[in-house]
């Protein structure tokens, strides 16, 4: 029978794939009772883990090169003999019988009893001993749970043409998913802003997001639909949804291609108001698929993924080849690169960046504020960015900024880099446009400073909405919470364009609110006239804005943002456009 599961989707597709399970998070062990008639059963069910456990392990033990140290194969001797003592091998088993408990339940409840025991002890070397229990429990834990050993590349390896189902997924975990050809993803973790899901919006991989308990409905190679603009998932689909969900996809096929005579149309509206409209960019590679959907331009860079997956931070150099080849694409556009954002849910395991997240992350040592307090990793990035200047329209935009000191640092140490390259006599843009990107509720309460700071602003909605409603953007519990309508953000992003409007600094919006097209009359007539967004949603948003009366949407804006009842808002928003 067909199993229907739901969260929220994160792009218009729609995949077709075989099911890889992987999932890395806490094991998750239940109490349940076990029938009379069926005990003999759940012992062999045991039985089998252990024994697979010690089949993995010799297994290990035998890919142990020869020249390693004796330690190595002694810790694995040590894990062996733990499983064959009665301790871990026996006693659940009687726990089994006598109090028809499941086996994981069993093993749970000795692995308690032994670790009490080694943690009242006094030597620290049998305390120790305690993790050694706990990594043969997990092992057998693992086997019964049918849990993934452990996540890596090898494992993405088999990703291509699947649907994986994770309990979550990083945005370094996505980039290996789409370079081994991902069909589709499900995670029990995560919401429609986060990171990784924006990514997998970019990307054009279908994908539903905060799905509970998705790995533990669906079974490994298992045919798997994934519907991401329901945010639905089906498993064991029959023969006559999968011909539907088929020619859904051809559907949708003829649907992109019909949207492509906008292609080379300007987005202009019925009544003549001209937009630019601007394309996000995660990864270099993807530039050429961005290309072939005709933006004005590039409006965020994210450079922050030229950091991820490796171990050492890309120098000068290299950078400076990634944002060349940028500026060779869009030779004759503008292309705006963002400076280094990471931190919170973009994290790289660089030393020693790996040491700055902190109890908060969100709140933490993110974006500009780790750059100004790294300059080994700002400087170069700066001078990177200021090289390329040199082969055409290069904007730089700057993330997170929240106070005027770190706009007076910014502008001294962009002072600095251009001074370094003067003397080196590399050459750059000397009047190349900085912008600063406002998606802290400070900065947009401030925008009018900004605004005479800055040569253009940026709204990234995504953070202005997570920091101004205090809703964690990744976090699928307080998604509902999550709400581009409310009355404070609206007021806010208006805030911004007033100020741009009032110091002639050009406002741009490449938050994810700029493409989705739900959004785009309202920012029509809230005085919006540049949008930057995933390739995949720019022709789709030229639509609607070439088919409107951008006069009329302003003075409905107008009225809507007096508004103070949701209702009232979805009402006006339903309405607008409409005389
Ligand atoms: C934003 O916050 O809206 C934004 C575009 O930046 P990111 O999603 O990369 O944080
Ligand atoms: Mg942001």
């Known amino acids: 029978m067909a199993l229907m599961l739901n969260g929220a ?53 035998q890919q142990i090169p020869a020249n390693t140290s004796p330690e190595i194969s002694a810790f694995i001797d040590t894990h062996l003999l733990m499983i064959e003592d009665e301790a871990l091998c026996r006693v659940p088993i009687n726990l089994i019988r006598r109090q028809q408990y499941n086996a994981e339940w069993a093993l749970k409840l000795q692995r308690d009893a032994l670790v009490t025991v080694f943690d009242v002890m006094d030597d620290p070397y049998l305390k120790t001993r305690r993790d050694d229990v706990d990594y043969v429990v997990t092992r057998i834990q693992r086997i019964l749970l049918s849990h993934q050993e452990q996540v890596d590349d090898a494992v993405f ?115 003549g108001c001209v937009v630019n409209l601007m394309m996000n960019i995660e990864l270099a590679d993807e530039v050429a698929l961005s290309k072939k959907m005709d933006a004005d331009g590039v409006g965020l860079f994210r450079t922050e993924m030229l950091f991820m997956n490796r171990e050492e931070l890309p120098g000068e150099e290299e950078q400076y080849q990634v944002y060349a ?44 504020r780790l750059s100004l307090k790294e300059p080994q990793l700002f400087l170069p990035q700066l001078r990177a960015i200021l090289r390329a200047s040199a082969l055409g329209e290069l904007r730089m935009m700057v993330p997170m900024l929240s106070s005027m000191r770190e706009v007076q640092q910014l502008h001294l ?63 699928a519990a307080v998604g509902h919470l999550y709400d581009p309508l409310h009355p404070a953000v609206l007021h806010l992003i208006q805030m911004v364009i007033l100020a741009g409007k009032q110091n002639d600094t050009p406002v741009s919006m490449c938050g994810e609110m700029a493409g989705d097209p739900q959004y785009t009359a309202l920012l029509l007539g809230m005085g919006l006239r540049e949008f930057s967004m995933s390739a995949s949603m720019l022709l789709e948003v030229k639509g609607i804005i070439n088919d409107s009366d951008v006069s009329l949407l302003s ?19 339903d309405a607008l456009g409409t005389h």
């Open 9 to 61: 989707g994160v792009s218009r597709g729609i995949a077709i794939g075989p099911c890889l399970v992987i999932r890395r998070g806490e094991l998750e062990v239940l109490e349940y009772a076990i029938p009379r008639a069926l005990i003999d059963d759940e012992v062999a069910r045991f039985e089998a883990a252990i024994k697979k456990a010690q089949q993995q392990l010799n297994q290990v033990r």
């Open 157 to 271: 390896q088999r990703a291509r043409g699947c649907v994986v189902v994770a309990d979550e997924l990083s945005p370094a975990d996505m980039l290996l998913m789409y370079q081994r050809g991902v069909a589709g993803f499900i995670s029990e973790d995560g919401a429609p802003n986060s990171h990784t899901a924006i990514l997998a919006r970019s990307l054009g991989i279908p994908a539903v997001v905060g799905v509970p308990h998705a790995c533990r409905y669906v079974l490994q190679n298992e045919q798997l639909i994934v519907d991401s603009r329901y945010g639905a998932a089906i498993a064991s689909a029959d023969d006559n949804a999968l011909r539907f969900y088929r020619r859904c996809i051809k559907h949708d096929q003829s649907r992109v291609a019909a949207l492509k005579i906008l292609k080379d149309l300007p987005a202009v509206s019925r009544d």
């Open 325 to 368: 080849k940028l500026m060779r694409v869009f030779k004759g556009c503008s292309v705006t690169i963002r400076t280094l954002d990471v931190g919170a849910d973009k994290n790289i395991n660089v030393n020693p960046l790996n040491d700055y997240y902190g109890s908060n992350p969100a709140l933490g040592l993110r974006a500009i």
């Open 413 to 475: 140490l962009i002072k600095m880099s251009k001074a370094v390259l003067q003397e080196k006599g590399q050459s750059f843009d000397t009047a190349m446009k900085v912008g600063a990107m406002i998606e802290v509720p400070a900065a947009a309460l401030t925008a009018d400073a900004f605004a005479r700071q800055f040569d253009f602003l940026s709204i990234g909605t995504n953070d202005l909405i997570q920091y101004t409603l205090a809703t964690d953007r990744m976090d």
């Open 555 to 573: 003075r409905q804006a107008d009225a809507l943002l007096a508004l103070d009842n949701p209702d009232d808002i979805v009402a006006a928003m």
